[in-house]
Nanobody
């Protein structure tokens, strides 16, 4: 049984930083894409950052230059370093894996999801 567990969420003031981590059991993060998504209240879930098996990384325009996704194959974890946080970054952040095909930022493209971790940024 595959489980993805996110950690590291919390509350921070604007301009601060947080580091999220996603640990997998029953699954190895060596597939084509592993991603971080987020969902703010009243909004659709959106892709934030994706790391590929070839080492390439991809970011949404809203977080480019502020967020960094990384993968540690020895620990089987994927992390998201979030700097210069803004109130509009407030959301539940989800780890996603098990790429099924399609766009790398499509929610429908991933089979496995974590339960999410709350990130709240105050102004």
């Amino acid at each position: 049984q595959v489980q993805l567990v996110e950690s590291g969420g919390g509350s921070v003031q604007a301009g601060g930083s947080l580091r999220l981590s996603c640990a997998a059991s029953g699954y190895t993060f060596s597939s084509r894409y592993v991603g971080w998504f987020r969902q703010a209240p009243g909004k659709e879930r959106e892709g934030v950052a994706v790391t590929a098996a070839d080492g390439n990384t991809y970011y949404s325009d809203s977080v480019k230059g502020r967020f960094t996704i990384s993968q540690d194959n020895t620990k089987n974890t994927v992390s998201l370093q979030m700097n210069s946080l803004k109130p509009e970054d407030t959301a539940i952040y989800y780890c996603a894996a098990g790429f099924l095909g399609g766009g790398r930022f499509w929610t429908s493209a991933y089979k496995y999801w974590g339960q999410g971790t709350q990130v709240t940024v105050s102004s």
